[in-house]
Structure formats: structure tokens, C-alpha cells
């Protein structure tokens, strides 16, 4: 009751680097930089802001919106990235904004690396006796072959079929193989 999959090849997705810039910054309360807006946002988190004046390299801080109530246009979680860091003669407690100066970044490297893939050619009521390495019950072909794939020592796979043989194997029985060798083994038994 079992056909095999025997590894023909594998390769590797291509790994992927994406960098982040991730700046600090010093909290100025009540605090603001006139006529040096760049960009404005509204209902933003601190985090959002943050992230969006560290991916600006033109923004030099940026003013957040809180509930000073001053006579000020700005509301709670807005968001203003500034070209400036300079806050002379601006009052922050009017406009209802706290500053945020950027004091250094640095980047942060996230990789990511995909699984090996690889290709399998099939042969029907086949099978490798002696040389199970891992099984599975209930998985499909897709999965088998990933487990197969993500395993340096798996050279193919048996996969259950309802042949009507007198094995134990039943459909979708996932049995991993360091061997290739299918010589003397029945696989429609």
C-alpha cells in the first residue's frame, strides 16, 4: 500500500536581508518646531511616528499630538515628522504637541531563510525496506515532501495508497527514507 518518492534535486529559495533603520529619541513635553513640517498623519501611535521619522532620513524629529487643551489645530495622536530639530519660539502647550528629537540610529538586520525545495520522481507500488527514518500518519504529499526536503538525511519518502495489499500502511501514511534502494520491496503489498 505504498508508492515512493525518490529526491532528484533540491534548491534553496533565495535567503532575504531587510534592513530597518532604528532610532532613539529625546522627549521635549510641550514642545514643537515652526514651519518645518514635512509630513502629517493622524490617529498614529508614538510607534508608528517613530518609525516613520526613522525611515525618513530628512526628518529630524517629530511632534505628536496630545491633550495639552491649548487653542492649537492639533489633536491626540497626530503625527507632524519635522526637517528641523530647532523649537525655539514654539509652544507646544498651544498647539497641544510634546517633541521628539532624534538623537542616533543605528540598523537592524532581519534575515529570512526558506526551506529547501526540492523535486521527487514517483514510482507507483514501490517502497525502501529497512531504512525508515521518520513517520507521519494523515499528511498529505505536500507535507511529506516539506519534511522529506527540510531533512538532510531523507534520500525519498513512502507515501500510503489504498492498494488493497496486506501491509500496514494505510492512505496517507507519510514514512520518510535515507535510502533509495528499492530493490526487493513490494510496495502493493
Known sequence: NLDLYIKT??????????????????HFPKSCVGGHNIMFRKDTSIDECNALCSANEDCKG????????????????????????NSGGCNGSHFNLDLYIKTGCSIRATTTTTTPVCRYSHFPKSCVGG???????????????ALCSANEDCKGFEYGVAYGGAGRYEPRDCQLQDSANSGGCNGSH
Open 9 to 26: 534535486g533540491c534548491s534553496i529559495r533565495a535567503t532575504t536581508t531587510t534592513t530597518t533603520p532604528v532610532c532613539r529619541y529625546s
Open 131 to 145: 531504512h525508515n527514518i521518520m513517520f507521519r500518519k494523515d499528511t498529505s504529499i505536500d507535507e511529506c515532501n
Open 62 to 85: 517629530f511632534e505628536y499630538g496630545v491633550a495639552y487643551g491649548g487653542a492649537g489645530r492639533y489633536e491626540p495622536r497626530d503625527c507632524q515628522l519635522q526637517d528641523s530639530a
